[in-house]
């Protein structure tokens, strides 16, 4: 549940002090690094943690929801990679029919 309100937060705010997280998420403010880094682990949030600072500095949050936009962006990705497969698989044949081709001439 933690996660899912720093994910929330993280998408409306790309800085936060370890103090509001500390309120928000009504941790310790021992618990707030080890939080974080266990954030980090979940790739789900991109971050950089100033500890100096006393920050964290968030780059990107995974959508918490996914609606029609995101399916189509996943459908987009989907079919490229399948392209790219199959440009990948006709390359492998490619070459491999070569290298039969050479070992018959020999």
């Given at each position: ?37 266990e ?7 991109r971050a ?10 968030i ?11 995101q ?36």
């Amino acid at each position: 549940m933690r996660l899912l309100s720093f994910m929330q937060l993280a998408e409306s705010n790309s800085e936060m002090s370890f103090q509001q997280l500390q309120d928000e998420l009504q941790i310790k403010e021992e618990e707030v690094e080890p939080f974080i880094i266990e954030v980090l682990k979940t790739k789900l949030v991109r971050a950089r943690m100033d500890q100096r600072a006393r920050k964290v500095h968030i780059s990107s949050t995974m959508h918490r929801t996914f609606g029609r936009p995101q399916w189509q962006q996943l459908r987009d990705l989907l079919l490229s990679w399948k392209s790219n497969l199959t440009l990948v698989q006709e390359n492998i044949n490619t070459v491999a029919a070569a290298q039969v081709e050479l070992s018959q001439r020999q």
